[in-house]
């Protein structure tokens, strides 16, 4: 009974195998195919690539190349219905990586070199002309080498570190200010000084 079992079952298997057995394609020659389930042989179209069969090999086009205002059947992938499909259709789809048209090192430079002179020539004609607007304000100058000592500083070489940037050529046309006095003589001072301005 076993005996009986056990070929019943391998007799199932062998005749799966048949009905199931996939279609295989061998090589046979470098440019053709033969199925040998149906006897046909195929041509292929790339000899190189012989996965690919009889698959037309249309060219390639990037959707991102493509006019984004043209009317598609699908607008977002920029297809329309039974347009020919490359084999790496991945690479040219609009999900693909961003495609880069490289130029020549000549081209490069040359379009580098006008950028640059444009730049740098824009910067002379305004240093040349003096087309910079000025200072909106009077430059502001700090007495006593930027009030070092008053700000903290206990040594001379901490100077430096302690004081507040003057304008050094202001200090030039303007001087530092003067010590202060009492209330009385810096009010006649300033009158004295600007006497043409005081009308009272």
């Not at 598609?72 to 999900?95: C, E, S």
Request: charged share 25%.
């Amino acid at each position: 009974m076993l005996c009986r079992v056990g070929l019943n079952s391998a007799s199932r298997l062998a005749a799966r195998r048949t009905v199931t057995a996939p279609a295989v394609r061998f090589l046979t020659t470098e440019s053709t195919l033969v199925d040998h389930t149906t006897g046909k042989t195929i041509q292929l179209t790339d000899p190189s690539h012989p996965e690919l069969g009889d698959y037309p090999a249309y060219k390639g086009v990037l959707a991102q190349d493509k006019d984004p205002y043209a009317k598609y059947d699908d607008p977002q992938n920029r297809r329309n219905f039974n347009d020919p499909l490359t084999h790496d259709y991945d690479l040219y789809d609009i999900w693909s990586p961003d495609y880069f048209q490289f130029v020549s090192d000549k081209t490069a430079l040359k379009h580098n070199g006008v950028f640059f002179a444009l730049f740098f020539g824009f910067g002379a004609v305004l240093y040349y002309f003096q087309l910079n607007p000025e200072k909106p304000a009077m430059p502001r100058s700090f007495p006593f080498g930027g009030l070092a000592k008053e700000l903290g500083s206990g040594k001379a070489e901490d100077d430096e570190f302690y004081r507040v940037r003057p304008d050094l050529t202001a200090e030039k046309e303007l001087g530092f200010l003067k010590p202060i006095g009492s209330v009385t003589e810096n009010e006649e001072q300033y009158k004295k000084e600007n006497a043409d301005f005081i009308t009272a």
